[in-house]
């Protein structure tokens, strides 16, 4: 059986850890953060709902305490502030970026084997950094905002057309931000028919407008942002990779000439299994979609660029 350590134990690493446990992903869970006795309590708490909900899984917290992580298969980093209201993910990294990188090499110390799954914003540029600053093979960086972002797609498109969104098959590819985010309506489907059958075009429009912003209308709502979907968003990743599933799943990943781009990590459909994402899967699409990811990638290497002003 495989250890599972979440580094940040807040809103979306407690939910992840805690979908991991109940799911018995793994034999081992450890929650890490840096506030004093913050995962222990959490993990503490989370165990108690065990024998009410029936899951067994060692879980432990830390506080900062890397050699309780050693030998982690996987790490999930959720480390970091999130945004609040009328922010955007993108300023979050000029503390984001030195949290992420500290994280990396804490947790290579001691499972130099892990296959990272990155969700601290922003994303695609965390993701980046701790591809370059960790030197891993590009397998085992993963950043998580696609399955968020196209389970939101579903969401929207099941209100939309009123029918399940477990019938409903959508993806959303690029950047994992307000403006970059690519929801791929033409490609979407409900029980194999494209919904473009079902829906006009003001509506589809409209459904891939609310995707882009869904993170940021929940920021609103709530005064910080998401956790439910991104926990279980991450568990998605987590579990296809544990299980060796094989499942596609859009993912930041590094780009070698992929979707015309290089040097950069972005969202494309990637099959998740067990030695991390394996194969990137060419979606074909067409010269309009094709701007939009080139016009996203341009944004997202905005971003990388900030890296080399920090001091990390
Ligand atoms: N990629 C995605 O789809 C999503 C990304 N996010 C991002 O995830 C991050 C976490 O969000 P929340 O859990 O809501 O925030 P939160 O504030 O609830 O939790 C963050 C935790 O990180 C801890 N932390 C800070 N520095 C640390 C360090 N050096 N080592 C270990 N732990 C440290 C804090 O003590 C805190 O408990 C944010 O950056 C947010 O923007 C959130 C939702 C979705
Ligand atoms: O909106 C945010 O800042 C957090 C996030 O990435 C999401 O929920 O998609």
Redesign the pocket.
Known sequence: MSKITV???????ATTADNIARKELASEVVL????EG?AEGKALDMFQTAAILGWDTKLTGVT?DYSKTANSDVVVI??????KPGMT?EE?IGV?AG?VK??VDNILKYSPDAIFVI???P?DTMTYLALKASGLPKNRII???GA?DSARFKCYLSLAMNVSPNDLHGSVIGG?GDTTMIPLTRLATWNGTPVTDYLDEATLTKVAADTMVG?ATLTGLLG????YA?GA?SLSVVESIIRDEKRVIPCSVLLEGEYGQSDICMGVPVVLGKTGWEKIIDYKLNDAEQALFAKSADAVRNMNNVLSTLNL
Do not use: E, Q, Y
């Open positions: 580094v940040g134990a807040g809103a979306v690493g890490l953060d840096i506030k913050f900062n959720t480390s970091g502030l999130p945004r993910r979050l984001n949290i500290s994280v969700v601290s914003n994303m950043g998580m905002g968020l994992h993170g910080t942002s998401a956790w991104p968003a």
